[in-house]
């Protein structure tokens, strides 16, 4: 059994997570893991969970957030005009 990173938990099913930059991490759970390895949109602070949207060098939950941040040309529906 492995100790959470992020709540303490000792769990059975624990599982491990390598980040891109090197760092190693151990979680119980998918929350715990979003909770700290997510980034977070630079507009609303929410989690990005999905893919979300890069432009900048700024990550963004949704075209939404990143348009309200003066991002030109992305949409959330490839039907909508951008």
Do not use: K, W
């Amino acid at each position: 059994m492995s100790v959470c990173d992020v709540c303490g938990n000792n769990y059975d099913r624990s599982f491990s997570l390598r980040t891109s930059d090197g760092h190693d991490y151990t979680f119980d759970s998918f929350e715990c893991a979003i909770h700290l390895c997510a980034p977070r949109c630079a507009h609303c602070a929410c989690r990005v969970i999905g893919h979300g949207v890069e432009a900048r060098g700024m990550v963004y939950c949704c075209a939404h957030c990143a348009r309200t941040s003066g991002v030109e040309g992305v949409a959330d529906n490839a039907e909508q005009s951008a």
